[in-house]
């Protein structure tokens, strides 16, 4: 709330304002550390999954329930509950029943293009990515290689991503530029990775000060290139 209008017109002119909103790249942080901590502890199946569930919830309570977090959560949670009970999840099933539980509990926010966004984001990548990871599955040196999962995956991720949301950027800011795409290839990965570099410092700051310090440097320097 306190970002200064200048940054904030400039993530908009370049349609990557919503890497200033909490969304389901900050869930699934939060749901890799306490995965890390319950596997590091060896806490039994059930309890972990009650420890994740709770985590969570309570993390979309702190972002005051905002339906890209809502949104999040939700799958989030039935993923999890899916693969504890050894089930395979259907993710059109699981959009929608997230999509089912906000608009009972809020119906206008139909028309928040916060939940136009998010769920248009999510469905593009969710629908679209596996569509593609089973072309490349075809390709032995594609199949397990460091180019498919940090390199072409994450660059159509981010394309369908964008190419999803620009209806509604264009009807909503009435603006329209192809250096959308472009933009968002470049700063998705980057504010993915400023993000990890954060819970990290926060992390070692605990153990050491200086080394913290060391690392918010890095991400300064991140931060700044990203801006």
Known sequence: RQIPEEIYEMFTKTGTLHL????GFNVGVIVLFLL???KLLRIPKWINLIILLSGI????FITNNQPSVVRASIMAALFLLAFYIEREPNFV???AFAALVILFYSPLAFFD????LSFAATFGIGYM???LDDILVHHSWLKRGIIKNWLIIPTFASIVATLFTIPINAYYFNQFSAIIILSNMVLI???GLAVIIGCLASILGIISLGLAQIISAVNWLLLTLIL
């Open 57 to 60: 919830l309570i993390f979309s």
């Open 129 to 131: 990515v596996p569509k």
């Open 93 to 95: 099933n699981i959009i």
């Open 113 to 116: 293009v916060s939940f136009q």
């Open 20 to 23: 200033l909103a909490v969304s």
């Open 36 to 38: 890390a901590i319950v």
């Open 189 to 191: 990965p980057l504010t």
